[in-house]
C-alpha cells in the first residue's frame, strides 16, 4: 500500500473536492430556506426494483471481481493504493436535486400546521434515551440505515411480523424500536394520525447524531410508511464482508454514490459490532487459517484478547468510541478498521483519496455527513396520494 505523507492539499483533485463539498453545503442551507420539488436533472432515481446502471460492470485489470472479498488488495506487493483521479468525476452534483428526490411532496415545513410540537417531542425523548445509555445513539443511525437500504425510507424496518425485515438474519442485532414506539404513542396523542413512522425514524436518526457531538441538518417530512416488510429483501444489506465493488453498487442501486458509501461508513466513528462479525478475520481469514495481514499486528492482539466469546463487543472505533470525528479515517490509514469493509476503503483505489482527505480536513467529513445523511433520508421515498400510510402503530399496517 502506498504511504500517503505528502501534503493534499496541492493536489488538484483535492481542491475539485473541497470546492464541491462547500457548494454542497450552501446548497443543503438554502434548500432549509426556500425548497422546491427537484427535477434531477432529468436523471431518474433507480426504482425499488429496477436494475440501476451500474459504472464497474467490468473491473479494471488488477481489480477484484466482485466476490465476497477484494482478496487481491490485501496480497502483499499490491499496486492498490490511493488514487485520486478515479473518484472525483462521481462527486455528490451540487445542486438540490443531489439532495431531494424527483417529484418530491416533502417539505420542511409539512407538519407546521398538523403537528408543530413534533421535532420537540423527537428531541427531548432522543436526549433522554441516549443520556441513559449512550450507544443507543449508533444503534438508532444504524436503524435508520437498514430502514432506508430495503425499499426505501418507509419504516418497513419497523413492522414486526412473521417473515418482516425485522425478522431477519441481519436485523437480529438492531436497536432502537422501544424508543420509536415510545415517541410515536405521544405524538399520536398530540397529532393523531398525522405522522408517519418512516418521519420518526429519520428525524430520530439527526437527532441522535446531533446529541453526540454531530452535525445537524434540516431534516424534510412528507414519507409514507409502507406496507410490505421482507426478511430475504432485509439479508441483502451489506454485513461487513462485502467488496468494495459489491459496496458501490449495493449504493449505486439506491441513489447514493462512492463519496456517500465513504461518509455514512464515517458513522462507524461510534458504536459496537459483535465479536462474532469479526473473528474469521483474527484466526481464520478466507480459509487460510491466520489472520487478516490488513490488520496492524498490536491492533490484533487487542483483538484477540478483545474478542475471546463471539457474543463480546468491541469498538467500531478503537480510539475515540464516544466521540463523532474523523478518527474513524486516521485508523484505517493505521490498519485498524475493525470491519473488513472498513479496511478496504482504504486498500481500494476508488476509495482511498476519500479517505486520505477526511483525515487531513476533519471538518470535512461533518459537513459532508449532513449532505449524505439527507440523501440516505430521502431514499426511494413514498410520498404520492396512493402510495404507502400514516400508520398510527409503527408494528403493524393500519386495519382500516
Given at each position: ?6 501534503s493534499l ?25 426556500d425548497?422546491?420539488p ?43 493504493g ?22 418530491s ?20 425523548k ?25 425499499r ?5 424496518i419497523?413492522?414486526?411480523h412473521?417473515?418482516?425485515?425485522r ?27 398525522t ?35 421482507s ?64 490488520i ?41 478498521g ?7 476503503l482504504?486498500s ?53
Amino acid at each position: 500500500m502506498i504511504n500517503m505523507k505528502s501534503s493534499l492539499s496541492s493536489h488538484p483533485s483535492f481542491l475539485f473536492l473541497i470546492l464541491v463539498l462547500i457548494i454542497s453545503s450552501v446548497v443543503l442551507l438554502a434548500a432549509a430556506d426556500d425548497y422546491q420539488p427537484a427535477n434531477y436533472d432529468n436523471q431518474q432515481v433507480p426504482g425499488r426494483h429496477d436494475d440501476a446502471e451500474k459504472s464497474f460492470d467490468e473491473p479494471a485489470p488488477g481489480e477484484p471481481d466482485g466476490g465476497n472479498d477484494d482478496e487481491g488488495l490485501h496480497n502483499e506487493g499490491s499496486s492498490f493504493g490511493p488514487d485520486h483521479r478515479t473518484w472525483t468525476s462521481i462527486l455528490p452534483e451540487p445542486t438540490i436535486s443531489g439532495l431531494l428526490p424527483l417529484d418530491s411532496y416533502l417539505s420542511f415545513d409539512y407538519y407546521r400546521e398538523s403537528c408543530p410540537e413534533l421535532e420537540e417531542i423527537i428531541q427531548r425523548k432522543v436526549a433522554a434515551s441516549i443520556k441513559d445509555d449512550h450507544t443507543i445513539a449508533a444503534s438508532l443511525i444504524r436503524l435508520h440505515f437498514h430502514d432506508c437500504a430495503v425499499r426505501g425510507c418507509d419504516g418497513s424496518i419497523l413492522l414486526n411480523h412473521e417473515g418482516s425485515e425485522r425478522s431477519a438474519k441481519g436485523s437480529r442485532t438492531l436497536r432502537g424500536f422501544e424508543l420509536i414506539d415510545d415517541i410515536k404513542a405521544e405524538v399520536e396523542k398530540k397529532c393523531p394520525k398525522t405522522v408517519s413512522c418512516a418521519d420518526i425514524l429519520t428525524a430520530t436518526a439527526r437527532d441522535a447524531t446531533l446529541e453526540i457531538g454531530g452535525p445537524f441538518w434540516e431534516v424534510p417530512y412528507g414519507r409514507k410508511d409502507g406496507r410490505v416488510s421482507s426478511a430475504k429483501e432485509a439479508d441483502e444489506v451489506p454485513m461487513g464482508r462485502e467488496s468494495i465493488t459489491t459496496l458501490i453498487e449495493f449504493f449505486q442501486s439506491r441513489g447514493l454514490n462512492l463519496v456517500d458509501l465513504v461518509i455514512l461508513s464515517g458513522a462507524h466513528t461510534i458504536g459496537r459490532s459483535e465479536c462474532g462479525v469479526i473473528q474469521y478475520r483474527l484466526y481464520n481469514f478466507n480459509g487460510t487459517g491466520k489472520a487478516d495481514p490488513s490488520i496492524d499486528e498490536k491492533y490484533l492482539n487487542f483483538l484477540k484478547r478483545k474478542c475471546r466469546w463471539a457474543s463480546e463487543y468491541v469498538d467500531l472505533d478503537g480510539e475515540t468510541p464516544e466521540t463523532f470525528d474523523s478518527m474513524y479515517y486516521t485508523n484505517l490509514q493505521k490498519k485498524m478498521g475493525l470491519l473488513s469493509t472498513d479496511q478496504l476503503l482504504y486498500s481500494d483505489s476508488r476509495t482511498a483519496g476519500i479517505v486520505d482527505t477526511m483525515t487531513s480536513q476533519p471538518w470535512l467529513f461533518l459537513q459532508q455527513f449532513s449532505v449524505s445523511m439527507m440523501k440516505l433520508g430521502n431514499t426511494q421515498v413514498l410520498t404520492g396520494k396512493h402510495e404507502g400510510e400514516i400508520r398510527t402503530n409503527c408494528n403493524s399496517v393500519n386495519n382500516y
